[in-house]
């Protein structure tokens, strides 16, 4: 993923996640909408999964995405908290950590249209 970031121009700063989500941390120049510099990661992440069969059946990534905007002071808070996901969901799920970044943005919600929880 870092690479395919990397070779859009963009920077890419950490990637991580665990069995159902990923964390992107993107530096991300404004020549580029960020729309499309996901939709090109799913698709040549999923693209490379396939082919080298790593899950059985077809991989495909969820429809959408959340994206989340931090101030370059941030940067080092961030970096740690991807690094450290693997251990942030030993006590959390995915839906309560994005449920969470989407209070603390004060972004309003509607449950179903959020993605499709795997720890239900």
């Known amino acids: 993923m870092a690479g395919i970031i990397k070779n859009k121009g963009q920077k890419p700063i950490i990637v991580n996640g665990v069995s ?3 964390h992107l941390f993107i530096g991300l120049k404004s020549s ?3 729309s499309d510099l996901i939709r090109d990661v799913k ?3 999923s693209n490379f999964i ?3 069969k790593w899950v059985m059946g077809k991989f495909s990534w ?6 989340f905007s ?6 080092e808070a961030v970096y740690n908290y991807i690094l ?3 251990k942030h969901h030993r006590k959390r799920t995915f839906r309560e950590e994005y449920i969470e970044f989407l209070e603390k943005f004060n972004i309003s919600y509607n449950d179903r249209f ?3 929880w795997l720890d239900k």
């Not at 969820?62 to 994206?67: I, L």
């Not at 931090?70 to 940067?75: E, L, R, T």
Request: proline share 0%.
């Open 84 to 86: 450290n996901q693997e």
């Open 20 to 22: 159902d989500h990923v």
């Open 114 to 116: 959020l993605f499709e």
């Open 43 to 45: 698709n040549n992440t």
């Open 70 to 75: 931090y101030a370059h002071s941030q940067i």
């Open 50 to 52: 396939n082919e080298k």
């Open 62 to 67: 969820q429809a959408g995405y959340g994206a």
């Open 32 to 34: 580029m909408a960020l």
